[in-house]
């Protein structure tokens, strides 16, 4: 009888490893995945900006004030106060402090050559001017993290409205 007994549970032993052994390996999921031949038959569709722009912009602060962005309501008011509070000869902190631009006021530096690196998934912003800057845009869909790390650039989004890149910073 014991011996019958211990048979059985070497049997249930062995029957339950192979079992397991047979179940599929759960694969852990892949974060960033590597681009794929679409993914840069894809982005070949896409207008293509890459490469170094240099702005050619005479007179930087009435470029600045008569071809404003299409800012969100939040950011017009911010920059409608900013604007009235230099008009008042108060310098705008950022040029104070030394601290350097920001997103949008980084795109309208006149000195500011920019490299832009288009890669599935991503737009890659280099600027050139006061050390080397960088802006990432994801493109893969991803959402802005819950609490985003406050950058001078912020984390930005975009997404493609035919040929138009539009993009939501945060942070």
């Known amino acids: 009888m014991r011996y019958r007994l211990r048979a059985v549970l070497l049997a249930s ?5 192979l079992v397991r ?14 681009p794929t031949a679409k993914d840069w038959a894809d982005l070949a569709r896409l207008p293509d900006w890459s490469g170094v722009w240099n702005p050619k912009i005479t007179d930087q602060d009435a470029q600045a004030k008569t071809n404003m962005p299409p800012w969100n309501p939040k ?13 008042a000869g108060r310098p705008p902190p950022l040029f ?9 006021g980084w795109m309208l530096v006149t000195h500011n050559a920019m490299e832009i690196l288009f ?37 930005s989004i975009g ?8 993009v939501d910073t945060v942070g």
């Not at 104070?96 to 949008?104: G, Y």
Request: net charge negative; charged share 25%; proline share 13%.
């Open 75 to 87: 950011a017009a008011a911010l920059v409608a106060h900013q604007l009235a509070e230099e008009k």
């Open 119 to 155: 890669t599935p998934g991503r737009v890659t912003m280099l600027g050139e001017s006061d050390g080397n800057r960088l802006r990432r845009i994801y493109t893969d869909g991803r959402p802005h993290p819950d609490d985003p790390d406050p950058t001078f650039h912020g984390h």
């Open 13 to 17: 032993l062995a029957l339950a490893t």
């Open 21 to 34: 052994a047979a179940e599929p390996a759960k694969e852990k999921p892949v974060i960033n995945p590597p």
């Open 96 to 104: 104070v402090n030394c601290l350097p631009e920001a997103m949008p």
């Open 159 to 166: 997404h493609w409205e035919g040929d138009t890149l539009v």
